[in-house]
């Protein structure tokens, strides 16, 4: 609101005449100001990330002020972007929050920083801006899938069949770097076993980014499984593979299942 007030000066201009004094006119209008702030510590880091991968950060965005705020632009620089949602694009009011998503994609390997820039306007008239620091490290990790479907079938099978129905599972390397293939295991006394291993333990698969292969080096090997039921009924069993895809140690899992007649 407006505030109205005057300036009174009282002086002698060194005459005998008396005391003078001039008067000046204020005013003032008192405007009630928003604030913003980022949730979470700074730099808000994605750690790694496989190169051609994504990794996503809801961050919370509040108007620590007392007057509403209008914001103006979001900006994040590449490999890093930023989705707001329609409420931050909305007029904020007093303690009111929001969220947004921001996303780390690298497309090379190596450290990367940047910033997060939020302008806004807090009802001074003049535009701010709010900015939070970026950072990820882009790796390039191995990501290992076995073929197939999630669950598979061997259909039926004759109690001691000569020969046991056996598939083979083929485990690839999708990843953009190695992956180090460490167990591969089935339940003791399980109908279903590992006929042919060609994904030994230490094996490295290359990924996309990989060297091309070479000794102890390809981008895919075969496990091959057997069915031998020993009762009537369905069977089921589940094949755990372990590896390590740079990083960290990674485990894959497949339902097998059959019917033993």
Known sequence: ?????????????????????????????????GGLSISGNAPTDFENVSVGGRSTKDLTLTNTGAGEVRTVSFNAPAPFSVNPAESCRQPLAANASCTLQVTYAP????????????????????????????????VALGHLRIGGTPEIDFGSSALNATPIKVLTLTVTNSGSGPATIGRVNLPVGSPFSVVTNGCTEGLVLNGGSGPRPGPGRRPSCPITVGFAPNVVGLAEARLELTYNDGNQVQTLHRRLFGQGI
């Open 1 to 33: 609101r407006a505030i109205n007030g005057n300036l009174t000066v009282h002086y002698r201009d060194g005459a005998a005449a008396p005391e003078k004094t001039v008067r000046l006119a204020l005013q003032g209008t008192g405007i009630v100001l």
């Open 107 to 138: 497309a090379a390997e190596g450290r990367t920083t940047g910033s997060l820039t939020i302008v806004f306007n807090d009802g001074s008239g003049t535009q701010k801006s709010l900015a939070r620091e970026l950072t990820g490290n882009g």
